[in-house]
């Protein structure tokens, strides 16, 4: 079965760094990857999601990158804030099969 | 729209007691799945219903977990009897077709004692 591996698993930033997440996956049969943000006590919440026939999707401050010959995909977030600290997930699955494969997890501290 | 959502928020059981946990999804999604996250661990998906007919149940740990959804609306999970390993923060998610975007309840936090 499909297997997502996430890092870092921690990352602290100052407010206004860039902060990259980066996550690879097993099953060159996945075409969908989203990406949910939990902030602390909140239920996880889809901030960004792309498809395999792009390669990036920019959406304000976020954006993904995917390359599938490499089985690997990113999140960047530009000019952070103390807001966007939380715990964000990375997934993959199938079309058509719904199930998702999440990563562990990276938890992300601002600093202001 | 209202969200997906869950009940209990918490729930704190003995070992060898059971459980019911109860998923709204948002009306008209008929797909809904049931995921869980052992602490720092990876959320982990438990299985899929359409409307109600389980479409995936690969993730399911064991015997002990029983998830039902008649009617097609809400749905619930069982266990019994409950073990300490099955602690953690059980989510639901509800989409409309299969594939869509995966909306997520707010958990319910079990903690087996």
């Known amino acids: 079965g499909e297997n997502v591996e996430q890092h870092p698993s921690t990352l602290s930033v100052q407010e206004g760094d860039s902060a990259v997440i980066k996550c690879t996956y097993s099953?060159?049969?996945?075409?969908?990857f989203p990406w949910y943000k939990q902030e602390l006590g909140k239920r996880p919440q889809l901030i960004i999601d792309?498809?395999?026939?792009?390669g990036e999707k920019k959406d304000q401050r976020i954006a993904v990158t995917l390359n599938k010959t490499a089985k690997h995909f990113s999140l960047h977030i530009t000019e952070t804030q103390p807001e966007d600290s939380a715990v964000y997930f990375c997934?993959?699955?199938?079309?058509?099969?719904?199930?998702?494969?999440f990563g562990k997890g990276t938890m992300l501290l601002v600093s202001p | 729209e209202a969200g997906v959502t869950q009940f209990p928020s918490h729930s704190v059981i003995e070992k060898g007691q059971t459980v019911t946990l109860r998923c709204d999804p948002i009306?008209?999604?008929?797909?809904l799945y049931w995921y869980r996250r052992v602490m720092g661990k990876e959320i982990k998906f438990l299985l899929h219903?359409?409307?109600?007919?389980?479409?995936?149940e690969s993730g399911m740990p064991n015997n002990r977990f029983l998830a039902e959804r008649t009617g097609g609306t809400y749905s619930t999970l069982k266990v019994q009897p409950a073990e300490l390993e099955d602690s953690g923060v059980y989510f639901c998610?509800?989409?409309?077709?299969?594939?869509?975007?995966?909306?997520f309840g707010p958990g319910t936090r079990l903690t087996v004692l």
């Open positions: 009306s008209g999604h008929d797909n």
């Open positions: 099953d060159s049969a996945s075409n969908y």
């Open positions: 792309i498809r395999s026939n792009v």
């Open positions: 997934a993959a699955s199938i079309s058509g099969y719904s199930t998702l494969t």
């Open positions: 998610a509800s989409s409309h077709t299969a594939g869509d975007t995966q909306y």
């Open positions: 219903f359409v409307k109600e007919s389980k479409q995936d």
